[in-house]
Antibody
């Protein structure tokens, strides 16, 4: 069974750093893209960026370029989304999703990680 | 990178059919047959409903169907059920980074 399991909810203060994770199982992790999606409270879905764990090819949405870092450790089938300096506006639910290389749709999704940034 | 345009809300009575539009540009929806649709119930992760414009993953009801004409894709839900009440998002591959874009989302209400 294919699963993406994300790390738990986080409560952080502005200015702090954070790295959340997304662990894949039940499939060949290196043959799938992993994407990160933001959903702000009461708002729609936004693509943040994608990574191909086999070679770490990473692409960012212009809105998120320089604001976050996406990485992957294929030895433990895990992708990451990282912030160096959190802001209150980063408060949102973050989802990871996977797409098989050569496909253009995201068929498996993590359960989401809720991030709250507040002083 | 602008989001694809969807109606904010669509409603219908049980048993009726509704259609949700998703309008993009010649750089995304119009350029590729890589439009997918996702259903999201409150507090849940999105779920893939349609891929490559009109294909259904295994396990998705055949009441959901997709199509495309030019820069506009559409999702039709036939035989509307109470459980179809959810938010629906289209997504398209695009020539631009990252290279995907979502639609603005449509809230479906079953009257």
């Amino acid at each position: 069974e294919v699963q993406l399991v994300q790390s738990g909810a986080e409560v952080k203060k502005p200015g702090e750093s954070l790295k959340i994770s997304c662990k894949g199982s039940g499939y060949s992790f290196t043959n799938y893209w992993i994407g990160w999606v933001r959903q702000m409270p009461g708002k729609g879905l936004e693509w943040m960026g994608i990574i191909y764990p086999l070679n770490s090819d990473t692409r960012y949405s212009p809105s998120f370029q320089g604001q976050v870092s996406i990485s992957a450790d294929r030895s433990i089938n895990t992708a990451y989304l990282q912030w160096n300096t959190l802001k209150a506006t980063d408060t949102a639910m973050y989802y990871c999703a996977s797409a098989k290389a050569g496909n253009y749709y995201w068929d498996y999704w993590g359960q989401g990680t809720l991030l709250t940034v507040s002083s | 990178q602008s989001a694809l345009t969807q109606p904010a809300s669509v409603s219908g009575s049980p048993g009726q059919s509704i259609t949700i539009s998703c309008t993009g540009t010649s750089s995304d929806v119009g350029a590729y047959n890589y439009v997918s649709w996702y259903q999201q119930h409150p507090g849940k992760a999105p779920k893939l409903l349609i891929y490559d414009v009109s294909n259904r993953p295994s396990g998705v009801s055949n009441r959901f169907s997709g199509s495309k004409s030019g820069n506009t894709a559409s999702l039709t839900i036939s035989g509307l059920l109470a459980e179809d009440e959810a938010d629906y998002y289209c997504s398209s591959y695009t020539k631009n980074a990252p290279p995907y874009v979502f639609g603005t989302g449509t809230k479906v209400t079953v009257l």
